[in-house]
């Protein structure tokens, strides 16, 4: 079984920062893509922004300059630093990977349970 379990979300102020981080455990062969989507109340999950196992990244356009996303390969593990907050950013925060389980496996897409950001004005 692979597990994503995320740590780092809050209460913070707004132009405050956190730090999201998301651990990927189990039985792993290999981890892929790894990311952070967002969903606010009444509203539909978005992508925040993923990051490929070379590094390359990709943002969303309403965190660019604000949000930076890193992985650590050898640790299965990817942080999301979040400066400049805005109540607007409020919302659940989960992890989510494409891993593959074993050799030989199709690679599938996992997520966390999600952790709670919220931003005061």
């Known amino acids: 079984q692979v597990q994503l379990v995320e740590s780092g979300g809050g209460l913070v102020q707004a132009g405050g920062s956190l730090r999201l981080s998301c651990a990927a455990s189990?039985?792993?062969?290999?981890?892929?893509?790894m990311g952070w989507y967002r969903q606010a109340p009444g509203k539909q999950r978005e992508l925040v922004a993923d990051i490929f196992r070379n590094g390359s990244t990709n943002y969303a356009d309403f965190v660019k300059g604000r949000f930076t996303i890193s992985r650590d390969n050898a640790k299965n593990m990817v942080y999301l630093q979040m400066n400049s907050l805005k109540p607007e950013d409020t919302g659940v925060y989960y992890c989510y990977s494409l891993i593959a389980a074993y050799w030989g496996v199709q690679a599938m897409d996992y997520w966390g349970k999600g952790t709670l950001v919220t931003v005061s004005s």
């Open positions: 189990g039985s792993i062969f290999s981890v892929n893509t």
